[in-house]
């Protein structure tokens, strides 16, 4: 039966909010191990947790993939790599099949320089026309952001996580060699991770900030005193910094003696978002990989800094899974609050879709972004492009269905939560 609404939604470019791609230097570094194990993006971690507490095999789960991969082929994850491989080789993702996916991968990007792989993968089979990515390179390694190593059309977000839960002197030693700038006090260390900033920015590469510390602390800050800061710094420095090669003293401070330091520099950052207009990208919710404190990371605990930072925009990832609800309330209640579905449709697609069904129903949707993969390798959009789009289009067509919206108001949806408000959200006009 025709559908003029999924029509619509498969064939509208995407903004992605969110990835992870390497740089074509890495990528071409990488070449000759690209098998059929590269297609499974997040799906790894479902093998780890099909093979349950004392996994048969300890943790090498690779050795046990054709064992696993039946109980995982059936979750988000699991069908994100089965729709990938049926789309760019029309091959079961099975084990039989892994010898000609691999083969056929190959054959794929044998003749194709990294950009053109890129550009086939990203551009020509995910129909994605926008990338803001947070490439975990090293953000003061400017030389790893050149124009001639990522595609023209992905921008970057600017990322140092460590820098909100730091214990000893690691993170700081980094910044000092990448700045120049010597970190001899807490006001060298903010300038420092200024001259940071100002590099990324003058280097053309600033369209974000990333805030990914949920994987290293709770999300929620307060707002310590310069004083109480200095003094974590002067213990902090005082007690890791290397000195000569020989570390001093046992070399770490405790997260709550620190927390001080990591939340001053917090604040720090979101001025500068504030005085330029920086949007500001907070991962929130579920975690990657296993064993993650997950309570520390719904995005409710950073209630005070909307309040505070009223005019700095924050994109809220992962919808902030399973708190998804909880979301819609926060996006709904704080102007500044825009809730992003990158990865979660591969995470979790049924609460994706009741996610994005009760959003559209309590936050205007020019706020919401539909779209992100969150993957490392090119291929892996493929398949989280095209879950992403049958989810959307599942949602709008029942509000259709429903009398909600008229055709014409969901095409108008769907154009924008996928492409324009992300356009919007970076002011992105040319490549
Ligand atoms: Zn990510």
Not at 25 to 37: C, I, L, P, S, V
Request: hydrophobic residues 40%.
């Amino acid at each position: 039966m025709p559908n003029a609404i999924r029509d619509f939604v498969m064939q509208q470019p995407l903004f992605c909010s969110h990835n992870h791609h390497v740089s074509f230097k890495e990528f071409d570094a990488g070449r000759a191990g690209y098998d059929h194990t590269t297609l499974l993006g997040y799906a790894d971690a479902d093998l780890r947790t099909a093979a349950g507490a004392r996994p048969p095999g300890g943790e090498e789960w690779l050795a046990h993939l054709d064992a696993c991969w039946p109980k995982v082929r059936t979750t988000g994850y699991g069908r994100a790599v089965a729709l990938a491989c049926r789309e760019l080789f029309d091959l079961d993702y099975s084990p039989e099949n892994f010898g000609a996916i691999t083969r056929a991968l190959q054959a794929a990007i044998a003749d194709k320089s990294a950009a053109e792989v890129f550009d086939y993968f990203v551009r020509e089979k995910s129909g994605t026309k926008w990338v803001l990515s947070d490439a975990k390179l090293d953000v003061t390694d400017l030389a790893a952001y050149a124009e001639d190593l990522h595609p023209s059309y992905y921008r970057f977000a600017w990322r140092r996580d460590d820098l909100f839960y730091p214990t000893d002197f690691a993170a700081f030693a980094s910044l000092e060699q990448g700045t120049g700038v010597a970190i001899l006090s807490l006001d060298r260390l903010v300038d420092a991770i200024n001259a940071s900033i100002d590099g990324f920015k003058g280097a053309g590469r600033l369209q974000a900030f990333k805030i990914g510390m949920a994987y290293g602390r709770e999300l929620a800050v307060v707002d310590p005193t310069r004083h109480e800061a200095e003094l974590a710094f002067n213990r902090l420095r005082s007690r890791t910094r290397p000195n000569d090669g020989i570390q001093q003293d046992s070399g770490r401070v405790n997260a709550r003696e620190a927390r001080p330091l990591g939340d001053y520099l917090f604040h720090r950052v979101m001025e500068r978002a504030h005085d330029e207009d920086i949007p500001v990208q907070v991962h929130t919710g579920y975690l990657w990989g296993h064993w993650g404190s997950l309570m520390g990371t719904k995005a409710s605990l950073l209630l005070p800094i909307f309040e505070k930072y009223r005019r700095v925009r924050f994109d809220l990832m992962h919808a902030s899974w399973p708190w998804t609800s909880e979301l819609g309330a926060v996006a709904k209640n704080y102007p500044n609050v825009y809730p992003d579905l990158c990865w979660a449709w591969a995470m979790n697609p049924a609460a994706s879709e009741r996610a994005l069904s009760e959003w559209l129903d309590a936050v205007p949707f020019n706020k919401i972004f539909g779209y992100g993969a969150d993957t490392s390798h090119p291929w892996c959009d493929v398949g989280y492009a095209l879950q992403a789009r049958l989810g959307i289009a599942r949602v709008l067509d029942q509000k259709i269905e429903g009398g909600y919206f008229s055709p014409a108001a969901a095409e108008e949806v769907a154009a924008a939560i996928m492409l324009r408000n992300g356009e919007e959200f970076l002011d992105l006009t040319s490549e």
